[in-house]
């Protein structure tokens, strides 16, 4: 009835402006023609001349903890023997994702990222938002593989140290999920930080990814945004409303 799809209209709206807090403008829309949904994946979406993702392998343990891992196709997140002792490996990640212009309330945002069989053993994996240390005037730069600098286990730029090594996480974890004989693992982010990096892309320095389980001797291969293989990149998977 008229009065149903009235209300509906309102709900929408209502929602559609509560994640814009400074907008002064009140629109009136078709809820029905202002929902979105947007992929980010390096060569493929929104289209493929997309080059917006930024990641790296964060690798603890002499003569890695200040080395750059910043275009590595695929490498280990998890544990690894070196010489004496287990050290960790993690994976930093954040997307453009200013191709959203409109600013509207965040209904969803899923993280897809590939990588090689596990063990036979359960593993659980956590993502963590990153910031980055307050002297760092951007963000953290992804590198070149120890040419020209770039994030480390030690460093965000090379020069800044981590306020904490391995990346400032934001405890505690955004998502954890677990898996076991998989290939595609799905990272369910908070609306209200994807949100807040859509109206304040300063504040993207994205997330880390890490194992959580205490087992050292456990780790998988995680496939980066130069994978040759362009289904396997990081992919990044935004539903919101458009309100302004």
């Given at each position: 009835?008229?009065?149903?799809?009235?209300?509906?209209?309102?709900?929408?709206?209502?929602?559609?402006?509560?994640?814009?807090?400074?907008?002064?403008?009140?629109?009136?829309?078709?809820?029905?023609?202002?929902?979105?949904?947007?992929?980010?994946?390096?060569?493929?979406?929104?289209?493929?001349?997309?080059?917006?993702?930024?990641?790296?392998?964060?690798?603890?343990?002499?003569?890695?903890?200040?080395?750059?891992?910043?275009?590595?196709?695929?490498?280990?997140?998890?544990?690894?023997?070196?010489?004496?002792?287990?050290?960790?490996?993690?994976?930093?990640?954040r997307f453009d994702i200013s191709e959203i212009t409109d600013c509207g309330e965040v209904l969803s945002a899923e993280l897809q990222l590939h990588f090689s069989s596990p063990s036979p053993d359960t593993l659980t994996l956590q993502a963590y938002q990153v910031t980055v240390p307050e002297i760092l005037v951007t963000s953290w730069l992804e590198g070149i593989n120890g040419i020209f600098g770039g994030v480390s286990w030690s460093t965000a730029d090379e020069d800044i140290p981590w306020d904490m090594e391995g990346g400032d996480l934001v405890d505690p974890p955004v998502e954890t999920v677990v898996t076991s004989q998989d290939t595609l693992i799905s990272f369910t982010l908070p609306n209200s930080l994807v949100l807040g990096w859509i109206e304040d892309p300063e504040t993207n320095h994205g997330v880390v990814i890490r194992l959580a389980d205490a087992v050292l001797e456990e780790s998988i291969i995680l496939h980066a945004r130069e994978s040759l293989v362009l289904d396997e990149r990081p992919l990044l998977k935004i539903e919101y409303l458009g309100g302004g």
């Open positions: 009835t008229l009065g149903v799809l009235f209300a509906m209209g309102v709900v929408w709206l209502l929602l559609a402006l509560s994640g814009c807090s400074e907008d002064s403008d009140s629109i009136f829309f078709d809820p029905s023609s202002r929902l979105e949904e947007i992929v980010f994946q390096d060569g493929i979406s929104p289209d493929p001349s997309y080059s917006g993702t930024r990641d790296a392998f964060l690798k603890e343990g002499n003569p890695f903890n200040n080395y750059n891992f910043g275009t590595t196709p695929q490498d280990t997140v998890g544990h690894l023997y070196l010489t004496d002792s287990y050290y960790e490996r993690r994976f930093i990640i």
